[in-house]
């Protein structure tokens, strides 16, 4: 069965400190995909980055980056320099792959980030 | 782009009342998603169709719960009756299947209170 795990629950921090979030899969499927997304307060879950399990070259966008390692299992997401904008809650998913039922997502418990001013 | 809309975006209803919550997916998606989020179990996958066919309802609660996909642009999720533990977001998503990977799109959620 697949698994994600996001230890941390809470996190706080004041304007302009990096953060990392963590996240720890556990998978037996070969390929598969992993992704982040935000909710921030209005609830919506917005999409943030999806990386294969063959890429393990880390990703930046902007303040964001994500750094994947197969060896831990491990998809951590990095943010530098945060805003209030970043408060929300960020979940870690882990996707099974499927022509025929397509792409199921697994998700963590959520990361709930508040970034004071 | 039309991302995935659903409707109605709040519903407030008493026990024992119906509830059908709607959702469009993203034109040309062929894979949909409902996802239910709760402060208890987080988000969870209720039911998801390919091709307007579910494939996995093993999430559905119980069966007050029912899905229907009667068309490519269009998909319900009926609780009857509803009951105050049904009270959660429930997130429509939908992505490009049988290409594998794709990214899940949702929708910004219903809000559903049982009272």
């Known amino acids: 069965a697949q698994k994600v795990t996001q230890a941390q629950t809470e996190i706080s921090v004041v304007e302009k400190e990096d953060v990392t979030l963590d996240c720890v899969y556990e998978t037996r499927d070969t390929t598969y995909y992993l992704f982040w997304y935000k909710q921030p307060p209005s609830g919506e879950l917005v999409f943030l980055i999806r990386r294969n399990s063959f890429d393990e070259q880390n990703e930046i966008s902007g303040r964001y980056s994500w750094n994947f390692q197969k060896s831990t299992s491990s998809f951590n997401f990095t943010i530098t320099a945060s805003q209030v904008v970043d408060s929300a809650v960020y979940f870690c998913a882990l996707s099974e792959v499927s022509e025929t039922s397509g792409s199921r997502l697994t998700f963590g418990e959520g990361t709930q980030l508040t970034v004071n001013p | 782009d039309a991302g995935v809309i659903q409707s109605p975006r709040h519903e407030v209803t008493e026990m024992g009342q119906e509830v059908t919550l709607r959702c469009k997916p993203i034109?040309?998606?062929?894979?949909l998603f409902w996802y239910r989020q709760t402060m208890m179990r987080g988000l969870e996958l209720l039911i998801y169709f390919n091709n307007n066919v579910p494939i996995d309802d093993s999430g559905m609660p119980e069966d007050r719960f029912s899905a229907k996909m009667p068309n490519a642009s269009f998909s319900t999720l009926k609780i009857q009756p509803s009951e105050p533990r049904d009270s959660a977001v429930y997130f429509c998503?939908?992505?490009?299947?049988?290409?594998?990977?794709?990214?899940?799109?949702f929708g910004e959620g219903s809000w559903l209170t049982v009272v």
């Open positions: 034109s040309g998606h062929n894979s």
């Open positions: 998503a939908s992505s490009l299947a049988p290409l594998t990977g794709n990214t899940i799109y």
